[in-house]
């Protein structure tokens, strides 16, 4: 946009930076118009690490800039030579550049470019901040006319690549990518394209320098990515907050800390950083792969992922198992239909015979039963029962069938289906209603109470078990009766202010509704009354509360030119105060009114005064008697009078100087002020 050139103000004698736009460039207004910008927004700054601008011109069609001049070198310069910065050095730059930017911040002038090219290095190493080129007051628009990417895009904030605006957080955001670079040796985002890196700034988060430079305190990491936050929200918002963050931490770190100095982080993609973390997906040899490949299938392999140590100890099948082998082998469990039951044979025999299992364990026996021989030949007789025990017999019997009987008569109405029954429905109906249709199921009932907005007091509002559910004979219902809703009673806030009243209706669950009206005796923002005063209700009931707005007003009637009693009394009519002023006045006959405040048609509060000015008539003087005065004596007595002289001279230059008649006779009343006219001869 422009070159810097060294040199000479031979003015004040001493040597400047005159920074001249390039010739290409002065035809473009926009430019232009940018390049003026720098010079007012940088002018209006001074602090020791800002480049000062001395003065703004044009020279022959080429626009410049008289800066102060820096003689050493620039923070990339530095970075260029050195790859990183120490700790200490880093942060010292870090918060001198944050002390300039506060400076800026607090003038209401936001930079839109720190990059290293724009922070100056001084032969005594210290730094001044520069280029305020697109410097922008921060209450004007934020956005380029012509939508252009104002910025350095590896500094960019992600709310300038988005949406093209920008304030006193997008200078941290690049301060916090400025730091990373001192202390890492390269930008946080990196890309094959500006557009590429862009995107990363919108879309992802920075990195913690800590993960390429392992001696980065965790305070460090934490202000540069505070300051580096992807979204504006979460940054600090004005400079001061970092810089106080930061001198925090500085008074933690020990020497040895600050000493620390990185390697460079390499420049690659914006992924390596975790290139080296391990892979959870297992890898195996293809040798593993075919010899399982019978049993299950093989787990995917990510050619471009590196097995880390452990998967190579486990690629090494010579030495290690696979982890799903286990040490023992399992054991497999059978058994046979033989192994449920013994076989029962009629013999009386008893032997065990080893089964073929396999287990020697798990051995079978067999168990062999003979039954005894049935008695054979003549000495075999035959019994009957005694008629005794026949009637024993059947009376058991009977017994046993009666009891079996009254059981599952029993069974039936109570466990079986006689006894099931059916929860009716009572939710709605009166607690009499609730029981008699219980009874009629043979259930017996419970109650308990609770409040309902929906339900009538002493109404049902629900059973337990619920309508519909299968219970037994005899079993309890519990039915909840209504108790209406529940009532809280009104605060009396009638003579408190509103917004105590308010407060303690809305405490209290009640809403409220205001209406507003004049009074005469209550102080205005009072309550007058409310509605209901004196009752109870539901929570979430309205309260209307009547609040004073004070007196009513009134409004002024006008008297200007009405006589002094008239006015007066229309005043004092309207509820007014008259206050009354009299002065003369030419122009209004005395005892009219000649002006009022308020004016006629205000409207003010009751009681209030209103002042009328009353006419005295002209203030009337008398007319100095002049005759065979000189000139000179009659113009004084006239003008001491209050009175205007007009003077005329009968015939030319007068001869006695002595007036000769005047148009007023003396001794007669005038207005003051009037003109009195006499001839000198």
Known sequence: ?????????????????????????????????????????????????????????????????????????????????DKTLSLKRALRVGRDVLAALDAAHRSGIIHRDIKPENVLVNAERDILVADFGLARAVGSATTSATGTLLGTVAYVSPEVVTRGVSDARSDLYSWGIMMFEMLVGRTPFQGDSAVHIAYQHAHEDIPAPSQFAPGIPASVDSIITWAASRLPASRPTRAHEVLLALDEALDTLSPTELAYRA?????????????????????????????????????????????????????????????????????????????????????????????????????????????????????????????????????????????????????????????????????????????????????????AQAYSDDVPKGHVISSDPATGAEVRKGSSVRLTISLGQELFDVPQVKGQAVSDATSALTDAGFQVTETREYSADVPKDTVISQDPADASLPAGAHVTLTVSDGPEPVEVPSVSGSERKAAIKA?????????????????????????????????????????????????????????????????????????????????????????????????????????????VY
């Open 1 to 81: 946009m422009a070159t810097v050139y060294r040199g000479f103000d031979e003015r004040l004698h001493r040597p400047v930076a005159l920074k001249i736009m390039h010739p290409h460039l002065a035809d473009n207004p926009e430019f232009i118009s940018r390049f003026s910008r720098e010079a007012r927004s940088a002018a209006r700054l001074t602090h020791p690490h800002v480049v000062n601008v001395y003065d703004q011109g044009e020279d022959q069609g080429r626009v410049y800039l008289a800066m102060q001049l820096v003689e050493g070198e620039t923070l990339r310069d530095e970075l260029r030579r």
């Open 263 to 447: 390697h460079p982080a390499p420049n690659v993609k914006a992924n390596a950083e975790t290139a080296g973390v391990p892979r959870l997906t297992r890898q195996f040899s293809p040798s593993t792969a075919r010899t399982d490949s019978a049993s299950s299938p093989a787990s995917p392999v990510s050619p471009a992922s590196p097995a880390s140590p452990s998967n190579e100890a486990l690629l090494d099948d010579k030495t290690s198992k696979k982890f799903w082998e286990n040490d023992t082998p399992g054991r497999e469990l059978s058994t046979t239909g033989s192994g449920v039951g013994a076989a029962v044979r009629k013999k009386f025999e008893l032997r065990e015979q080893a089964s073929d299992s396999p287990d020697a364990d798990e051995s079978i026996r067999e168990v062999t039963l003979t039954g005894p021989r049935r008695s054979r030949g003549a000495h075999a007789s035959e019994s009957r029962p005694s008629p005794a025990l026949r009637f024993l017999a059947l009376a058991s019997v009977l017994a046993l069938v009666a009891a079996l009987v009254f059981g599952g008569v029993r069974w039936y109405d109570t466990e079986g289906p006689g006894g099931a029954r059916t929860v009716p429905l009572v939710a709605g109906a009166t607690l009499s209603d609730a029981e008699a249709a219980l009874t009629a199921q043979q259930l017996t009932v419970t109650t």
């Open 571 to 679: 005043i004092e009519d309207a509820g007014l105060v008259p206050k009354v002023n009299e002065q003369y006045n030419s122009n209004v006959p005395a005892g009219q009114v000649i002006s009022q405040d308020p004016a006629g048609a205000t409207s003010v509060l009751p009681g209030s005064e209103v002042k009328i000015s009353i006419s005295l008539g002209p203030n009337l003087v008398g007319v100095p008697d002049v005759f065979r005065k000189s000139e000179a004596d009659a113009r004084a007595a006239l003008e001491k009078a209050g009175l205007k002289v007009q003077v005329v001279y009968e015939r030319g230059t007068p001869v006695f100087g002595l007036v000769s008649q005047q148009s007023q006779p003396g001794g007669t009343k005038v207005p003051r002020g009037s003109t009195v006219t006499i001839t």
